[in-house]
């Protein structure tokens, strides 16, 4: 039976690898143990394709894998949300939206700051961005492929609330 997913290290996929062996190496809390930790970070990160691949393998004959693996990558628009925020469970307090189409970053919606805003507002803000990504690059999108989540701590907004700057 597979281990339990250990949330602390799920969190700490999240962070930067400077900041994550700032935080756990030596000076941090010293649970961090090298090539083990990068291992883990890796498959934090990439779980869902993994798992994706794995269902893949085995829903089909080898044969099926194989071609699989000889198709061309198709150029399909791909919507990613990024929400910055702890938990799921934790409000949100950023988010950004980037098209991809194929392997390029055709479009990003500069990271904005979502606090005092509802479930419907994220909601709306995503797809009024989607819209305007159909209509600038004329292509249909159906909706949201992905979401990324990344730590409060990495918001690259200047000024944020949780970055405490000294008023004089």
């Known amino acids: ?5 250990q949330d602390k290290c799920r969190q700490c996929s999240k962070l930067s690898v400077e900041s994550a062996i700032a935080r756990h ?3 941090g809390d010293g649970c961090w143990v090298g090539e083990l930790c990068h291992k883990r970070r ?3 990160k990439k779980r869902d394709l993994y798992n994706r691949n794995r269902r893949l393998k085995y829903q089909g004959d080898k044969e099926s894998v194989k071609q699989l693996e000889s198709i061309t990558i198709p ?16 409000p949100l ?8 189409v194929g392997q390029q970053r055709r479009a990003t919606r ?12 994220v909601r709306e803000y995503i797809l009024s961005a989607i819209a305007s990504f159909s209509q600038q690059y004329e292509v ?3 909706g949201v492929t992905a979401t990324v989540e990344l730590k409060p701590s990495l918001c690259p907004l200047e000024p944020c609330p949780l ?6």
Do not use: C, Q
């Not at 039976?1 to 997913?5: D, F, N």
């Not at 307090?93 to 991809?100: D, G, K, R, T």
């Not at 500069?110 to 507002?121: C, F, I, Q, R, S």
């Not at 970055?163 to 004089?168: A, D, G, Q, T």
């Open 42 to 44: 890796t498959y934090y």
């Open 163 to 168: 970055k405490v700057e000294e008023i004089n």
């Open 75 to 90: 150029s399909v628009p791909a919507v990613i949300v990024y929400f910055y925020r702890g938990r799921k469970d934790e």
């Open 93 to 100: 307090h950023a988010l950004s939206v980037e098209l991809w």
């Open 110 to 121: 500069e990271p904005v700051h979502t606090l005092g805003w509802k479930e419907a507002n």
């Open 140 to 142: 249909s999108i159906s």
């Open 25 to 27: 190496g030596t000076e």
């Open 1 to 5: 039976m597979p281990t339990k997913i």
